[in-house]
């Protein structure tokens, strides 16, 4: 059920979006150098590495870290990068991963291939076997403020309440947090 959920919504999504997507894609190459995607290497399903794309925010010689991780994430950013993230609309190309399979709408968020002490503590409580989403139970409860265990726990949270319902409710409630600009640090 989730996964046709996924697709459908994935499907529905990509439609509606898709002149606001190429917009932004543009707007991203005309104002700076390089590609309009970045794709990163994540950590999915059963700590399977795939590659997920996201509307490119950072100059091309951004080091290849978490964002909390770099000293002043300002400095790195492209001229469209301070709005795209702010309004989340640098996840827009994720509707792609949805639809691949790769990830769902909701569920913790992929890991950078690099966040060994994510990964390492996902894989102990069991979380690693869950699809990663484009949103879940950390991102409308802190999003970048938490720390990783704190992450991790809320992870584990969603993995005893998993359900359509629930589901429902995270989505609900990140329209209502991106609206809002919740939770977004950088």
């Not at 994540?42 to 091309?60: A, I």
């Not at 005893?160 to 329209?175: E, G, K, P």
Request: hydrophobic share 45%.
């Amino acid at each position: 059920m989730k996964r046709v959920f996924d697709i459908c919504l994935a499907v529905v999504a990509s439609l509606v979006l898709l002149l606001p997507i190429g917009l932004l894609a543009l707007l991203v190459r005309l104002t700076s150098n390089g590609p309009a995607l970045y794709w990163s290497d994540r950590v999915g399903r059963d700590n399977r590495v795939f590659r997920m794309p996201k509307f490119r925010s950072m100059r091309l010689d951004t080091p290849a870290v978490a964002t909390h991780l770099l000293q002043d994430p300002n400095t790195y950013l492209t001229p469209m990068g301070a709005f795209l993230r702010k309004t989340s609309l640098d996840e827009l190309p994720q509707l792609w991963c949805i639809l691949k399979g790769d990830m769902s709408f909701v569920g913790p968020r992929p890991a950078l291939f690099n966040q060994d002490d994510l990964i390492e503590l996902r894989t102990q409580h069991g979380v690693h076997r869950v699809v990663p989403g484009l949103t879940g139970w950390a991102q409308v409860n802190g999003r970048d403020e938490l720390p990783i265990p704190d992450k991790v726990e809320l992870d584990r949270e969603y993995l005893r309440r998993r359900s359509f319902w629930f589901d429902l409710q995270i989505v609900l409630m990140t329209a209502w947090r991106v609206l809002r600009r919740d939770g977004v640090s950088h």
